[in-house]
């Protein structure tokens, strides 16, 4: 069993989710130490002055914060069930499309989430050719990572959880399936397997969080 | 048989910058094909077809593209004169600023796009950084890396070259040597390091290049 690993992270957060993943697969023992955002604990303070932000992972009393850089932490420290591929070529290509995921697809969905009436509706249709431009790096496979989950899999998994709660909140297509059958499918499949499915949030209770969210930004709006 | 390496570039991309001197640090023989950003090659279109941008690093007829990937790319497949430390846990903290330089670029470029009273408001955030920086992720050591640099001083590496001219074109200083000593004397340091001093742009091509920008960006209005 693994001694001192802990991670400060919040029930609602896809990013805090990724470590669940990846600490699930790799079978690591850790606490969970839920942070009661949007309060801040002395602790997460202490851990990531720089950011002052979950996911932080803490391991042997050392914290780590940005959940792409925990993962490969993750991924360095214990070599069983890896989550990269080994070949430096395809490693490459997994930290792009997951860097393109992060820096592409995540605002265009909060836009079309955060916004109404024709900026929504342009939010909306980028994020459908960014997600149709992430479908092109599934290459016919299985999932992301081959006939089995990967590093890219958990990465941009959460996206299909959350952009399906955001269509239903916010009244707007995000995964079109016509579109993007392939990435469509993919989403299914993924977020159906019995260990991604049992870190997820409960999604009564986060269909209510986003609800409660979305209320917030259109207020601000006006 | 060595797979070839060719790199396409344009000047004076600090992000081209960033892979010609890890090229240069790891002693990797390249070709060296500078882009026309105003009229793209089929080539770079061909290699980049999400981002369109460079810089491009082909290996062996593969292409990789984003700076940040490129140079984890180069660091695991030529391991010579390491970017990275070989401890786990310093090198993800490598990586954690190496994403934190890169992702506040937009912040420093603000002061070049601004004027007057946003000018003063993006300086004063860039300011801010700057401190987190010195104080953070520099400290006591001679380079982010440590004693030798590695990923973060290169993708830090554009405060060294550009900076100054950036400072002096859009009128404000920022890296002042009184207020950041640490970073200061890194910039110097960086400098003279054998495989970046090289590899610097020059200073009065890039005044000529930056004045033109800054003037196309803020238009007729006086700072």
Known sequence: ?222 | MEEEVKLLGAWPSPYSYRVLWALSLKDIKYEYVEEDLSNKSDLLLQYNPVYKKIPVLVHGGKPISESLVILEYMEETWPQNPLLPQDPYDKAMARFWAKFGEDKGPIFMAIFVTVGEEQEKAAKEAKEQLTILEEQALGEKKFFGGDKIGLTDIVLGWMAGWLDVIEEVSGLKLLEAETFPRLHAWVQRFKEVPGIKEQLPDRDEMLVYYKKKREMFIGSVKP
């Open chain 1, 1 to 222: 069993m693994e001694m001192g690993v802990q991670l400060l992270g919040y029930w609602a957060s896809p990013f805090a989710l990724r470590i669940k993943w990846a600490l699930k697969l790799k079978e690591i023992h850790y606490e969970n130490v839920e942070e009661h955002l949007p309060d801040k604990s002395p602790m997460l303070l202490q851990y990531n002055p720089v950011h002052k932000k979950i996911p932080v992972l803490v391991h042997k009393g050392k914290p780590l914060a940005e959940s792409l850089v925990i993962i490969e932490y993750i991924d360095e420290v214990w070599k069983h069930n890896p989550l990269l591929p080994q070949d430096p070529y395809q490693r490459a290509k997994v930290r792009f499309w997951a860097k393109f995921a992060d820096e592409k697809c995540v605002p265009t969905m909060f836009k079309a989430f955060s916004k109404v009436g024709a900026e929504q509706e342009q939010a909306a249709k980028e994020l459908r050719e960014n997600l149709k431009t992430l479908e092109s790096a599934l290459e016919g496979k299985h999932f992301f990572g081959g006939e089995t989950i990967g590093f890219l899999d958990i990465a941009v998994g959460w996206i299909g959880c959350w952009a399906r709660m955001n269509e239903e909140v916010a009244g707007v297509n995000m995964i079109d399936v016509e579109m993007m059958p392939l990435l469509s499918a993919w989403f299914q499949k993924f977020l159906e397997l019995p260990i991604i499915k049992e870190c997820l949030p409960p999604q009564d209770k986060l269909l209510v969080h986003t609800k409660e969210f979305h209320k917030m930004l259109m207020a601000a709006l006006t």
